[in-house]
């Protein structure tokens, strides 16, 4: 109860000096310029009394209280003045400002836009060059290639090749139609089988088709062959239950067969390899010609794209965009104009056209014809 009364006490003082502040200062404790506003100097208490009934003394307090009345109104023009300019001067700062800010956000703007501007212009620079390394590397991978396969056709064109060996079969089931069907077979095999005479068969493995054997290497091979045929002459070779009289017979037949096939591949097998050779070789060589003349104008062709992309660069140019405004002209006179149909202009513009697309084509005749021109000088 002491601690409330405590506080209402206070705040009872606290009121009586706010009252009081309120009552003799307005509130306030420092009178400031502005309050100079809300002053108002009250006027005597007689001047609801007419003039006549007023005393000097009342006459002159009224004077007084003009004079002051005067004052203040001065006092209150001048605040309002400097109030103005105060207000103006600020609103110009404001002004000043705006335009200042305005004006910095529209440099910024214009260097934002041309500084992607380079960017772009770079960044489509670098797209350009690498498009034309990887186009030049192509084309130069192209043409390694197109060469190598020149090459290796080349080397297939001059590539030798050894003959095949041919048998040859006479009617060797004609002559030993009489002997029974199993020792036939036999005999057969026999007659199909050759010795093995390793010189004569390397011999003529590597012989040259193009070159004709010599009579000595013929007697040599055949010398070889009949010593080989000896062994294969004796008696254990002979099949059980033949007659050794069929098998001198066929002893004789399978040497006249040997003797022959070897005679004629001295004699026939090399024009035979020769004709197939000649053959196999004009036909290799049109297909080759064939494929050499394709090679040759892909080359070709590579080479007047590479000339074609190093002539016809890309260049970038910056060109300013906007509205171009004219100054203001007056206005013609069209008294004396002549009025001509439409039809007639747009026709006279397609001719125009037409001639100028004609000059183009002839333009670049020219120019391709002079890069053909510095290729073969090249």
Known sequence: ELRLEHIFCGCSQDDERLRALDDMMGGVLEIRREDVLKMDIPPPSFISRPEDLWSEEEKKTFEDYEKKVKELNEDKEEYR???RNEWKKLEDSIKETTQNFDE?????SEKKVKSQMVIYQEELKI?????????????????AGLHKFLTKKKKEKVKSFLPHPQSLEHGFIEEFADIPEDLLHE????YKHRPETPWTETLLDTANPYVKGSPEDCQD??????KAMDELDSPEHMPSGLDQSVWERFCLARRNKMESEELVKWKALALEEMQAFLRRRVDENEKMKSELENIFQELTWLKEEKMKLQQNLMVQFLLKQGQVELGSTEVPDYSDAVLI??????????????????????????L???CSIACLTD
């Open 221 to 226: 091979a055949l010398s070889l062959l009949m």
């Open 127 to 143: 797209v350009n060059l690498i498009y034309a390394l990887l186009l030049d590397e192509e084309l130069d991978t192209r043409e």
């Open 104 to 108: 910095s956000v529209c440099k910024l």
């Open 341 to 366: 149909n439409r039809s007639v202009v747009e026709e006279l513009n397609k001719h125009k056209r037409e001639q100028t697309s004609l000059k183009d084509n002839h333009l670049e005749q020219i």
């Open 368 to 370: 391709e014809r002079d």
């Open 81 to 83: 003045e400097f109030l």
């Open 187 to 190: 005999l057969l095999q026999l």
